[in-house]
């Protein structure tokens, strides 16, 4: 366990996490244990982020060392897409029984190991390590070696217990095993000078395949994919690729600086979603390339088919800007895609209400604020009914979200898409950003809504719970509006801290009396922020806001 | 009849079964207001959640007592107090149902005591109904934390009655077991009405997974039978209990209300409705209604249809026990050869399956089986869908998950017409297999040397 805890230290040591490198030292020690309360809303585990980024390795078999409940409760429920082997989408679990977990799950581990090679021969078997074998114990690293030398077949070991903290961590986690077992352990036949690495793409709905041509077509190769349709052995070799780009945000960012620092493979950030995006990757790749000994020519072709492909989406979603003329679209997505997707709809003339920020890092939200001017609404806690009364006051007509809030809107009775991994369709690339206007329009323009918002025959007027709930924020609003005393007690009742229970205006008095000036005092007088950290950045802007009201009073003392 | 035998893999290869705590967490579900609270890490609830969602495709209410690693080493109670507590404050359940799960089952936490302990630190949850129960990740199965979810509720929240005499001949309780989809409750629910009962479920997921608009949001249960329903359930003059897994809860029962009971093992096929229509008719003192005698007459007419389809298929079928028991036994009834079958965890109505063994397995197990067996007729949840498309015959979906298509809750295969509907499904399916794969064509009964022994096993 104790090179699990090192892992997990050296990941949040990542220079190249901006919201890691910016935490004092006692903060990093913590983590990015942005874990969920308990009694709070439920995300996935560690475990779950691991096997969610390295899952799309379709030739992989991937054995999960647990009770039933991490495997058989989830498995083939990824909508990534293979081109060549399905063992991926095969379920592998010990699933240990009370045996196992009172004498020890190493020798069933082992016997599965087996079983799996003996059945299935895949190029590589990846054992993931899970709660309770962890806390009994089993040491999937002795294992997996043993059966490395016993089988002369690749066993990796991916070490992300559920309860060592939140899917994100698993992400990092899992992009270490590959760093450690993987990476740089086998050669290419033969390299060019076209050849790319791409991270953290899973090839959702096939979407690789709407930007794949493209790059055939600039005679670019994609080396090795991390992880989406990719397999083993290019992983193994990825280490001899020229260039890389790195797709999801922050998920596998230690898997891109840590190569660039090994093996000298320079990396971009980049996001195939929407036009603009598009056409910046497609230049950032065939610059790094060049720049790593491609011909200068690469740079003319790529110009010609960014100017020929941007041509053809702008025409095919021109049709589509006079029906979205006004019409508004609230954005409701975790960190992955929050602001690749901001940009892609204003491109086909949509306007943006909100976007939530809950799992996303600070740079994500930067990059909103950035892409969306000033205007930018950061809906960080946004109840049920609040949502609803958004789409209600038709301050929007359409909302995308992942598939778990998707029946908010549909029970309201308003348009919905879904933008997350559950999603049936690709919408990368060119062709992905006309496929997602045209299913934005097809959900807008649908004869049910109209059908489905009339009342019931026998229902009066006014009772029905939509107007019910209506009335009672209006009503909630209005008594506010009538009294300030209370609509400041209000103000000041907003929970800043989950963890600790702090509201707002203790933390105002705080920061007033003690002339408080960073998270760290504020944490000291009213134990804000000595949780699980994550509202360290609300604090920031209580701090930026009572420094702004400060200056006009300091001046009038003047 | 049939001998049981339990897989001995190392290695579980595509999952027929899903954990206990689960199966828990979906009967609280049943209960309205309800919030139920798995004692785990995060994922252990996020899997589930994740489950259900794309089952029933409707919000559902879960949470979790996020345990980290210090945490389960430590011992639980924070968490748990914490998260009682939370959901207390955000979201006003009128009950919170806590399962165990595979982490802090190692550890051993007494969860009881800490119930104790949080009631007495915090008077605003001092009366707050909290149903606790045990469901190792790494022992039993789904059904199984049904089963011990249902059994404890009764023990924990149905009131004794305080005079035997005074018990209301109207009343039924129905305690409906896993494998009944919102859709069956809401079937049972009717054709009990029809005979002038009435009927309390417990739990009722007709009334809470059904689909319905909900009045109002609400972060917990919308619908299901109430705290105060289940309170009064002693006061029925009869339980029945649908599926051999639901014995335990109808005993429980019967033990503090003293409520006399019937189980019905099956409630899809002629014999097992007779037997129970006619109880019906026989507690509540009533005819049978005309609608259900024309219901009857109906099925009758559709097994007549539809034997010429499904008698001689060999089918593969892999379910947990109560499911498995029930569909297996009606296609048997309709000529069908019981050919393969495959389960997730011990009960006594596994030995009267029509067919001569069955595995406690995996749905490797089940593929292998059909393949090696001439299966022509697969039955199981939607995780069996690739091995289908390898197998290559018709493939009815039963059971959870179901996934990839729509309507998973209201699935019917209860009562006269409920059995009617998934005998039409079943036998459209080998229908259109056949029409697409099987038609006939000159060179199918062709005598060649390789081809002999093949065209005689398949025809």
């Not at chain 1, 899970?130 to 009994?136: L, N, R, Y």
């Not at chain 1, 077992?181 to 959702?204: A, K, Q, R, S």
């Not at chain 2, 129905?174 to 409750?185: A, E, K, N």
């Not at chain 2, 997921?205 to 909900?214: F, K, R, T």
């Amino acid at each position: 366990m104790s090179s699990l805890s090192a892992t997990i230290q050296d990941v949040f040591n990542e220079p190249g996490c901006g919201k890691n490198a910016n935490k004092s030292e006692a903060e990093r020690k913590k983590g990015c244990t942005k874990q969920l309360q308990p009694g709070g809303a439920a995300g996935g585990c560690a475990f779950d982020g691991a096997k969610i980024a390295l899952q799309p390795l379709t030739d992989v078999a991937h054995l999960i060392h647990g009770p039933i409940a991490c495997e058989g409760n989830s498995w083939d429920n990824r909508g990534a897409k293979s081109s060549g082997s399905n063992i991926w989408r095969t379920g592998f679990t010990t699933d240990i029984n009370e045996t196992d977990v009172v004498f020890g799950g190493e020798k069933r581990l082992f016997k599965a190991i087996r079983e799996i090679i003996e059945k299935y021969d895949p190029p590589a078997v990846f054992v993931y390590q899970t709660c309770v074998p962890a806390m009994i114990g089993d040491d999937i690293n002795a294992v997996c070696k043993a059966a490395k030398e016993k089988f002369g077949k690749p066993v990796i070991p991916v070490n992300s217990p559920g309860f060592v903290g939140p899917k994100n961590l698993g992400n990092k986690l899992a992009g270490e095993a590959l760093l450690e077992h993987v990476i740089g352990t086998e050669e290419p036949e033969y390299t060019t000078p076209y050849d790319l690495n791409i991270i953290g793409e899973y090839n959702l709905a096939g979407e690789l395949w709407q930007v794949k041509p493209l790059l055939d077509e600039l005679g670019i190769r994609i080396f090795s994919s991390i992880s989406g349709d990719g397999r083993y052995k290019e992983v193994a070799y990825s280490h001899r690729a020229k260039a890389a780009m790195m797709v999801c945000s922050k998920a596998m960012i230690n898997v891109a600086r840590k190569m660039e620092e090994r093996y000298g493979i320079p990396f971009f950030e980049g996001s195939f979603y929407g036009i603009e995006d598009s056409s910046d990757s497609l230049r950032e790749i065939a610059r790094l390339l060049i720049e790593r000994g491609a011909p200068e020519e690469l740079m003319t072709r790529t110009e010609a088919v960014i100017a020929r492909e941007e041509a053809k989406a702008w025409a095919a979603i021109a049709s589509y800007k006079p029906r979205f003329k006004g019409k508004k679209v609230l954005l409701i997505t975790g960190g992955v895609k929050s602001w690749s997707v901001v940009a892609a709809l204003q491109e086909a003339g949509l306007e943006l209400v909100g976007t939530s920020v809950k799992k996303s890092t600070k740079e994500d939200k930067e990059r909103i604020k950035e892409l969306m001017g000033q205007d930018a609404h950061m809906i960080d806690d946004m109840t049920p009914r609040e949502m609803y009364k958004m789409l209600k006051d038709a301050k929007a007509d359409i909302m995308l979200s992942g598939g778990r809030s998707q029946f908010i809107a549909l029970k309201a009775s308003m348009p919905w898409l879904d933008i997350n991994q559950e999603r049936h369709h690709a919408y990368m690339g060119y062709v992905g950003m006309v496929k997602l206007v045209e299913e934005i329009d097809k959900a807008l323009y649908n004869p049910i809504w109209e059908q489905v918002r009339k009342a019931a025959p026998w229902e009066v007027a006014g009772t029905n719970w939509q107007a019910v709930a209506m009335a009672q924020m209006d009503a909630e609003a209005a008594a506010l509006a009538a009294d300030p005393v209370a609509a400041e007690a209000a103000r000041r009742a907003k929970k800043i801290c989950n963890c600790k229970s702090v509201d707002l205006g203790t933390i105002e008095d705080a920061v007033a009396a003690h002339r408080l000036i960073d998270v760290e005092g504020v944490r000291t007088h009213t134990n804000a922020s000595g949780g699980c950290g994550a509202c360290s950045e609300r604090i920031d802007d209580i701090l930026a806001s009572v420094a702004m009201t400060a200056v006009p009073a300091l001046q009038a003392a003047e | 009849m049939a001998t049981v035998t339990l897989g001995k893999k190392a290695c579980a290869v595509n999952p027929l079964k899903m954990s206990q705590p689960i199966g828990g967490a979906l009967a609280f579900m049943g209960l309205r207001g309800a919030m139920p609270l798995l004692h785990g890490s995060q994922g252990c609830t996020s899997f589930g959640l994740v489950l259900f969602v794309r089952h029933f495709k409707e919000a559902i209410p879960m949470q979790t007592t996020a345990m980290s690693e210090v945490a389960t080493v430590l011992g639980g109670y924070e968490n748990v107090e914490q998260a009682v507590l939370n959901i207390h404050k955000r979201t006003k359940p009128e009950i919170i149902g806590i399962c165990s799960t595979g982490v802090t089952e190692t550890k051993g936490d007494d969860v009881e005591g800490y119930i104790k302990l949080i009631r007495q630190n915090h008077p605003e949850v001092a009366n707050l109904p909290m149903v606790y129960v045990s469901t190792p990740d790494f022992k039993d199965a789904f059904q199984d934390g049904w089963e011990k979810t249902v059994a404890r509720m009764v023990e924990v929240l149905v009131e004794t009655p305080r005079s035997a005499a005074r018990r209301d001949p109207a009343r039924v309780n129905v305690l409906p077991g896993c494998h009944l989809t919102p859709g069956d409750i809401e079937e049972v629910r009717t054709i009990l009405e029809d005979f002038g009962l009435e009927p309390s479920f417990l739990p009722d997921l007709g009334g809470s997974l059904d689909g319905h608009i909900p009045d109002e949001f609400t972060p917990t249960t919308i619908g299901g039978i109430g705290v105060e329903e289940v309170a009064t359930m002693g006061q029925a003059a009869w339980t029945i209990a649908i599926g051999a897994q639901m014995q335990r809860a109808a005993e429980a029962m019967e033990k503090k209300a003293g409520t006399p009971f019937k189980v019905f093992e099956r409630l899809c096929g002629l014999g097992p409705n007779d037997a129970f229509i006619s109880f019906l008719s026989e507690i509540s003192g009533r005819p049978v209604p005309l609608k259900y005698r024309r219901q009857r007459g109906q099925l009758v007419d559709a097994m007549l249809d539809a034997h010429f389809h499904v008698g001689g298929r060999k089918l593969a079928i892999g379910a947990e026990p109560d499911l498995l028991f029930d569909l297996s036994s009606m296609l048997h009834e309709l000529g069908a050869h019981v050919t393969a079958a495959v389960t997730t965890t011990q009960s006594p109505v596994l030995a009267r399956v029509e067919t001569d063994d069955v595995l406690i397995g995996d749905l490797e197990d089940l593929e292998t089986l059909a393949k090696a067996r001439g299966c022509d007729l697969l039955v199981t949840h939607s995780h069996g869908r690739q091995a289908a498309e390898r197998l290559h015959i018709p493939f009815y979906r039963a059971g959870m998950p179901m996934f990839d298509r729509l309507g998973a809750g209201h699935q019917l295969s209860v009562g006269y017409r409920g059995t009617r509907d998934t005998i039409f499904h079943i036998s459209n399916l080998i229908i259109a297999d056949h029409e697409e794969n099987h038609e006939p064509t000159p060179d199918t009964w062709r005598i060649t040397d390789d081809a002999a022994g093949h065209a005689a096993a398949t025809h």
